[in-house]
């Protein structure tokens, strides 16, 4: 028992560099900067083997690295990468807050409005109060969500 224990002991470095190289891996396809803290922390035991320190040892000083390195470098790294990002909104939701024209009545039930950016969507009114005037048509509105193929509208006037 104890040379399996011994033998386990001399080849760990074997399995902090299988860990490193996974979670560098990982990383590459993820760019989330979680697998690369992660394989840093298995480089800082792979390091730690060089102590003769037991395995259970190495084992909590790269989980302490790992934890830390979440946490402090991270987030800076993070800010880096995403600096650069063009923040304007797109796709359904750029359509939040866009005016618009009733073309069809809309009521909670049916209704069609055509939007400042030309596109024309099947409507119904956002508010869940129970008696709602419906919009007639040529009536401004605004978007207050868009869920499916439908378009969530509010009276541009309120």
């Known amino acids: 028992m104890d040379t399996i224990l011994q ?9 902090w560099l299988v860990l ?8 590459i396809f993820t760019l989330d900067m979680t697998f690369l ?8 035991g792979l390091l730690s083997t060089l102590t003769g320190w037991p395995v259970w040892v190495q084992v909590i000083i790269a989980a ?16 880096r990468l995403h600096r650069g990002e063009d923040q304007t909104r797109s796709n359904v939701d750029a359509l939040i807050g866009l005016h618009g024209t009733v073309l069809l009545e809309v009521t909670t039930l ?38 499916g193929a439908t378009a969530y509208v509010r009276s541009a006037h309120v």
Request: aromatic share 8%; no cysteine.
């Open 37 to 44: 803290m992660l394989g840093l922390g298995s480089a800082v």
């Open 64 to 79: 302490l690295a790992a934890v830390l390195l979440i946490f402090v470098l991270r987030p800076p790294l993070l800010r």
């Open 110 to 147: 049916t209704g069609q409005v055509k939007l400042s950016n030309g596109d024309t969507w099947t409507a119904r009114l956002a508010s869940e109060a129970p008696v709602i005037a419906p919009l007639s048509p040529g009536a401004p509105v605004t978007v207050e969500r868009i869920e």
């Open 7 to 15: 033998m386990f002991q001399d080849w760990a470095w074997i399995g």
């Open 20 to 27: 490193m190289v996974l979670f560098f891996v990982i990383e």
